[in-house]
């Protein structure tokens, strides 16, 4: 699996612009995703990628890196 697809794809299936992102783009500053949405992202994660994801982490996650670096950790984990 690979994480970066895994998080880009998601936020592509939820209409978030990825044109342009790297790993250091700020998820909530420069993507404009709120909490609501990034339980969104966490959820559609968990689905795709087949990972567990715990939700009060994962809203704390700044970055498209930040996001990739926890998928990455909870697949190898799980």
Request: glycine fraction near 6%.
């Amino acid at each position: 699996m690979n994480s970066n697809s895994v998080v880009l794809g998601v936020l592509r299936a939820l209409e978030i612009d990825t044109n342009g992102v790297d790993n250091a783009t700020h998820l909530r500053d420069e993507l404009g995703v709120d909490s609501t949405e990034l339980v969104e992202i966490a959820v559609a994660i968990e689905r795709s990628a087949a990972v567990k994801i715990d939700t009060n982490e994962f809203l704390a996650l700044k970055t498209i890196g930040d996001l990739v670096t926890y998928v990455d950790n909870a697949a190898h984990s799980g």
